[in-house]
């Protein structure tokens, strides 16, 4: 990354000169709201989802009440900060809500769990839009020397909704009911409406470029199978499937065309002339690996909090605390001295090197690890996702046009959500083939001494698939 300063030129809109400090804080808690909701149903179901089963059946759709949450919520990411670029944050932000509010009372009242896999999916539609905006208004209010701490801030946000979604969604089952995991939305995102609907102006870049239509299309046709591709149970359906490597091939053709729309399109869903910006093509792989690294902790630690050393889901949940603390304090406390001091390449370069070290460490765990050595592990590992990811965004904001603030910020959103789908797939594989191949060795001299018959249920080969996506990968090995 050749720029290491943050704010090398002013790229703030005029429009938001006018606004007061007053008007600008109202407008981002709106947002920051907005986002809260979107991260945090992400993982609020997954403690709730037996108490779902039990209430309406359909176990075999389990998985996908996570999963149609987080395919329409990362399919749309992209198209959603394209359109904000066109027609403003505003109107956007708006759309957002309101389909996230409707979908989530249907949600809430759904009779079936078809019912409910359906307004999921169009609860993500609603997120997605949440999500894509909320990273780039603070670049339309804030000049650039302004920006960090509201990027830390609205990182903080995201960080503290993702991880205390699961006990959140317990308290308000046990408590109350799994109903109110989905009703508890609706006076919070409509506090967020009504701030968004008063005092953010309009926004809008004036131009009215004609719509990737054909563009937006053909990326739904590539991430779509591509996603359903990853989550479905593979034990029903394996690797080498007809259906899989059906899903994977129309996933392909899609990219292909996709890239050709692209290319010549006057204004394209993910312009390509963003990947010869070099601060963005830094930032792309690296948030898809951020991506994976973050989910792969919150899911799999979990597992092995629960099935190795034997803790409660409560206490689980309770370790995963100091992961959400360092996200907070790392991303407020990074963004105020880049603020200061204005440059950033150190803090992502820290940032990095501190998660790299937060895995080594993990690679000790085993059955006689502790819960504080856990809760360690996870403070060294928030302490570096807090100060490497807001930073990167302030980075890519800072190095492209103002123009396409939207579509570059939603990018790079869309590759990290792409990247915890595509991490809890490959690390569920590589959990399933590892805990496979010892359990087989551990459990042969006694399957060895028994008839056929009682020896076939010991057949680990019937191990659920752990590459499942969203929460449903929650429960992907059962032990």
Known sequence: MAATTAFPRATRIDYAETLDSRTKVI??????????????????????????????????????????YLLTNTAMVPIYGKLSDIYGRKIVLISGIIIFLISSMLCGIASSMLQLVIFRGLQGLGGAALTSTAFAVPADLY???????????????????????????????????????????????????????????????????????????????????????????????GWSSPLILGLFALSAFGLVIFVLIERRAPSPILPFNLFRNRVFALIIPMSVLIGAAFFAAV?????????????????????????????????????????????????????????????????????????WTVRGQMIVLGLGLGMSMPILTLALQNAVDPMDIGAATSGRQF????????????????????????????????TAKLPPAQAALFDVSKLRNGSGGGEGAGEAVDI
């Open 143 to 237: 000049a650039p020397a302004e920006r960090p701490r509201l990027q830390g801030l609205t990182m903080a946000v995201f960080g503290l909704a993702s991880v205390v979604g699961p006990y959140l969604g317990g308290l308000l089952t046990d408590y109350l009911s799994w109903h109110w995991v989905f009703f508890v939305n609706l006076p919070v995102g409509l506090v967020a409406l009504t701030f968004i609907v008063l005092k953010m102006p309009k926004l809008d870049s004036g131009l009215r470029p004609r719509i990737d239509y054909f563009g937006a299309l053909f990326l739904l046709i590539t991430v779509v199978p591509f996603l359903i591709g990853l989550t479905l149970d593979k034990t029903r359906f």
């Open 415 to 446: 590759f990290q959500q792409l990247g915890q789908v595509v991490g809890s797939a490959v690390f569920g594989v590589i959990l399933t083939g590892t805990l496979t191949t010892a359990l087989t060795a551990n459990l042969a001299p006694i």
């Open 27 to 68: 407008i981002m808690v709106g947002v920051l709201l907005g986002l809260f909701l979107s991260a945090l149903d992400q993982t609020i179901v997954s403690t709730a989802l037996p108490r779902i089963v039990s209430d309406l059946k359909g176990i075999e759709l389990l998985a996908w009440v996570s999963t149609a």
């Open 299 to 371: 899911l799999f630690l979990s597992l092995y909090l629960i099935n190795v050393l034997g803790v409660t889901a409560t206490e689980a949940g309770t370790a995963l605390i100091p992961l959400m603390g360092g996200m907070v304090f790392s991303s407020i406390v990074s963004a105020a001295i880049v603020q200061r001091i204005g440059r950033y390449k150190p803090f992502i370069l820290l940032g990095l090197t501190l998660m790299a070290l937060a895995f080594l460490w993990m690679l000790q765990l085993d059955v006689s690890t502790t819960l």
